[in-house]
């Protein structure tokens, strides 16, 4: 790994996350899974959101309101919600052109008995990645075994793994020590999420942040056109 590896991200994981999360998987050679860190609740850790008759809706995994934990650290002991949500998403989007080629899917991400937030998130990022057709590999921090603070134990994981590029969620700006990048020899980039095409959702007005449950309902093997396929060229230059 390390002597393939050049571009990486390092990110928490998230509910059933946005297109714009796969796009960066997309983008990198390997990507970190970060959640030996501070939970924070009311977050995209354990919620996010899905097209109803109303808009968006939030779906929330009861997760606890307790902020004194890792994210690897949150378990959630009942396991009522996932047979709720899968209710929720099937009854929203009953009509859905691909709802019926879904059901592997919500099996996979509703029949099984994970309590752990942070495996149940890995777990259903991996399969999605391999259904949208991405071949990045994964990591996750706690087997790498790289100590430190902030920007110190980031510069420490890419090294670790022999990264020469960084790509990075823009929302970091706000706290990287970007001059360390630079004495790292690690080129630092900022992630850029593009105004995506839109597709057709089952109710309007349509909404771009929503889960890639959303994308994968309507447009079936047509999803990766709408997260990076449209701009191929800009792949190919």
Not at 168 to 179: C, F, L, M, N
Request: net charge negative; proline share 6%.
């Amino acid at each position: 790994m390390q002597a393939s590896c050049k571009k990486v991200a390092i990110l928490q994981s998230n509910y059933i996350p946005w297109k714009g999360y796969f796009d960066l998987i997309h983008d990198v050679d390997l990507f970190i899974f970060y959640d030996d860190v501070q939970y924070t609740h009311s977050d995209w850790r354990h919620r996010n959101k899905l097209m109803t008759r109303d808009g968006p809706r939030w779906l929330t995994i009861p997760a606890g309101h307790d902020l004194k934990r890792l994210i690897c650290e949150v378990e959630i002991p009942d396991q009522s919600w996932k047979q709720q949500h899968r209710s929720i998403i099937e009854q929203n989007y009953r009509n859905a052109p691909f709802i019926e080629e879904s059901q592997p899917l919500l099996d996979f991400l509703y029949a099984n008995t994970i309590t752990s937030l942070s495996d149940y998130n890995q777990r259903a990022i991996r399969h999605l990645s391999n259904i949208l057709g991405i071949h990045t590999q994964f990591a996750d921090s706690r087997l790498l075994g790289v100590n430190g603070r902030k920007t110190e134990r980031l510069i420490g994981i890419l090294e670790s793994v022999g990264a020469t590029k960084y790509i990075s969620g823009p929302s970091a700006r706000d706290y990287i020590d970007e001059p360390m990048f630079v004495e790292a020899g690690i080129e630092l980039v900022y992630k850029e999420y593009p105004a995506y095409p839109p597709y057709r959702q089952c109710f309007s007005p349509f909404s771009p942040f929503v889960t890639i449950l959303d994308l994968l309902m309507n447009a079936g093997p047509e999803a990766p056109h709408y997260i990076w396929g449209w701009r191929q060229n800009e792949y190919q230059a």
